[in-house]
Nanobody, 120 residues
Framework: QVQLVESGGGLVQAGGSLRLSCAAS????????MDWYRQAPGKQRELVAT???????NYADSVKGRFTISRDNAKNTVYLQMNNLKPEDTAVYYC??????????????WGQGTQVTVSS
């Protein structure tokens, strides 16, 4: 069974920083792309950042220059460094992994989410 667990959320003032982590565990053969999404109250879930297995990255325009996605393949972990946070970054942040389990087909797995609140 595969599990993704996020950590690192919290309350921060505008202009501050947070670092989110998401560790994948269980019966994993390989992990392909890993993503961070977020969902604010009353809004649709949106893609924030993506990193491929080779380290290529892509960001939503709203976070470019402020957020950095990275990964540690040895630890099956993806990170999101968030700097210069703004109140509009307030949301539940979810990690998502496109992975091959040791048994069963390739698929996308979600974490449970971690709350990020930015006060003005």
């Amino acid at each position: 069974q595969v599990q993704l667990v996020e950590s690192g959320g919290g309350l921060v003032q505008a202009g501050g920083s947070l670092r989110l982590s998401c560790a994948a565990s269980g019966s994993i053969f390989s992990i392909n792309a890993m993503d961070w999404y977020r969902q604010a109250p009353g809004k649709q879930r949106e893609l924030v950042a993506t990193i491929t297995s080779g380290g290529s990255t892509n960001y939503a325009d709203s976070v470019k220059g402020r957020f950095t996605i990275s990964r540690d393949n040895a630890k099956n972990t993806v990170y999101l460094q968030m700097n210069n946070l703004k109140p509009e970054d307030t949301a539940v942040y979810y990690c998502n992994a496109d992975l091959d389990p040791t048994r069963g087909p390739r698929g996308r797995y979600w974490g449970q989410g971690t709350q990020v609140t930015v006060s003005s």
